[in-house]
């Protein structure tokens, strides 16, 4: 197995769980302390960010990836801060 980690520094919580919503596989945070937290449970979310929040960003976290994807569509959101668009259904009708 390929370890994939993602370093992300002061980041948008928002766009963040938006990101995450649009991932395939799991998406672990680790903690400094050695906590290892499913960031696709909206439980493990809230735990994870309550612990590592500063303000209104996460000042610095590890995020590991199992689908490669997942580590792809992450690593653009934390370079370009691109948030994947999840309405791809609702569509404007053309007048």
Same mark, same amino acid.
Request: proline share 3%.
């Given at each position: 197995?390929?370890?994939?980690?993602?370093?992300?520094?002061?980041?948008?919580?928002?766009?963040?769980?938006?990101?995450?919503?649009?991932?395939?596989?799991?998406?672990?945070? #680790?903690?400094?302390?050695?906590?290892?937290?499913?960031?696709?449970?909206?439980?493990?979310?809230?735990?994870?960010?309550?612990?590592?929040?500063?303000?209104?960003?996460?000042?610095?976290?590890?995020?590991?990836?199992?689908?490669?994807?997942? #580590?792809?569509?992450?690593?653009?959101?934390?370079?370009?801060? #691109?948030?994947?668009?999840?309405?791809?259904? #609702?569509?404007?009708?053309?007048?």
């Amino acid at each position: 197995m390929r370890d994939n980690t993602i370093k992300l520094h002061d980041i948008d919580i928002a766009d963040f769980i938006k990101t995450l919503d649009s991932c395939k596989g799991d998406v672990f945070i #680790e903690t400094s302390e050695g906590d290892v937290l499913n960031l696709k449970s909206k439980l493990c979310q809230m735990a994870g960010i309550a612990n590592i929040l500063r303000g209104a960003i996460i000042a610095e976290a590890t995020i590991r990836c199992t689908n490669p994807e997942d #580590e792809t569509l992450l690593f653009r959101f934390n370079l370009y801060r #691109e948030v994947p668009n999840n309405d791809k259904d #609702e569509e404007k009708p053309e007048k």
